[in-house]
């Protein structure tokens, strides 16, 4: 079975300083990873995603993340963070092969101060 | 940009009422999915549908639930007998098709509130 955990209901963080959120995973094979973000009484909104090649991707906004597969993790990153990306960010893992369920962690909140 | 729309945004019903949910994916993709999220909460998976038919579903989609594709556009999800746990939004995504890349597109949304 596919799982994803966020190990931080929330994290804070002031702007302009660099921001991580966390997400691990556990799948058998070789993963697709995503993040999406969700703004106030919004749909899910894809950021980016890991399918293959450089473990280092780059989404939407400015965010990244880094595939580690020796740690199965998929943290996501951001330099300089801005209030405008307070929002409820959810790491998702799906199998490589086929078109099988996208399963999403629990969401971390993450909110910047001015 | 092509995406998924979802009527109604809002609907409030008593329980025990059948309520159908509504989506419109996007034209070219093939797969289909319906998920729930109770307050903000955890996004859960209910079932996932391609060529016509349910291709996977989550133990939360019991026999009062049912999707269908009835016209090659919409592609709707009943609720036969709400429950007050019922109560969530349900999203509704898409994938695949010649584009495919891996990413489920979202919609917006339908809130429902069983009183």
């Known amino acids: 079975a596919q799982s994803v955990a966020q190990p931080e209901d929330q994290v804070n963080v002031a702007e302009g300083n660099p921001l991580t959120v966390k997400c691990t995973y556990s799948?058998?094979?070789?993963?697709?990873l995503f993040w999406y973000v969700q703004y106030p009484n919004r749909g899910l909104q894809f950021l980016l995603k890991?399918?293959?090649?450089?473990?280092l991707v780059k989404g939407s906004y400015g965010f990244e993340a880094e595939f580690n597969k020796s740690q199965t993790s998929f943290h996501l990153k951001k330099p300089s963070a801005l209030v405008s990306a307070s929002a409820l960010y959810f790491c998702?893992?799906?199998?490589?092969?086929?078109?099988?369920?996208?399963?999403f962690g629990k969401g971390t909140m993450l909110l910047v101060s001015p | 940009e092509p995406e998924v729309t979802q009527t109604p945004s809002h609907q409030v019903t008593q329980m025990g009422q059948e309520v159908i949910l509504r989506c419109v994916p996007i034209?070219?993709?093939?797969?289909f999915y319906w998920y729930r999220q109770i307050l903000g909460q955890k996004v859960e998976f209910l079932v996932s549908?391609?060529?016509?038919?349910?291709?996977?579903k989550s133990e939360i989609f019991d026999d009062q639930f049912s999707v269908e594709r009835p016209d090659g556009s919409n592609f709707t999800l009943k609720i036969r007998s709400t429950k007050l746990e019922d109560s969530a939004m349900y999203f509704c995504?898409?994938?695949?098709?010649?584009?495919?890349?891996?990413?489920?597109?979202f919609g917006e949304g339908s809130r429902l509130t069983v009183l």
């Open positions: 995504a898409s994938s695949g098709g010649g584009t495919n890349t891996g990413e489920l597109f």
């Open positions: 799948v058998s094979g070789n993963p697709y």
């Open positions: 890991y399918i293959t090649g450089d473990n």
């Open positions: 998702a893992v799906r199998f490589r092969s086929g078109y099988s369920t996208l399963t």
């Open positions: 034209s070219n993709h093939l797969y």
């Open positions: 549908f391609y060529n016509n038919e349910i291709s996977e």
